[in-house]
Nanobody
Framework: QVQLLESGGGLVQAGGSRRLSCVVS????????MGWYRQAPGKQRELVAS???????NYADSVKGRFTISRDNAKNTVYLQMNNLKPEDTAVYYC????????????????WGQGTQVTVSS
């Protein structure tokens, strides 16, 4: 059974940094892409950053220059380094795996983690 486990959330002051981690377990295959999303209270979930299997990255305009996504395939882990955090970055951050197989001939699916809360105080 595929599981995505996020960690690294917490309370941080504005201007501070935080690194989120997402460990993928339950499959030997790699997702085509991994992404970090966030959802603030009363708002829709939005893409923060994504990284493909070929290490192409994409960022929301609001986090460009402050956040960096990376992946360690040997550890089945994707990271989100967040610098110069702002109160508006406060949200639950979710990890997502796109088109992930569990068997060689099986159909790929998207998987989500349960989220980790990041709170930025002003």
């Amino acid at each position: 059974q595929v599981q995505l486990l996020e960690s690294g959330g917490g309370l941080v002051q504005a201007g501070g940094s935080r690194r989120l981690s997402c460990v993928v377990s339950g499959t030997i295959f790699r997702a085509n892409a991994m992404g970090w999303y966030r959802q603030a209270p009363g708002k829709q979930r939005e893409l923060v950053a994504s990284i493909t299997d070929g290490d192409n990255t994409n960022y929301a305009d609001s986090v460009k220059g402050r956040f960096t996504i990376s992946r360690d395939n040997a550890k089945n882990t994707v990271y989100l380094q967040m610098n110069n955090l702002k109160p508006e970055d406060t949200a639950v951050y979710y990890c997502k795996a796109d088109n992930l197989k569990t068997t060689l001939w099986g159909k790929p699916y998207d998987y989500w983690g349960q989220g980790t809360q990041v709170t930025v105080s002003s």
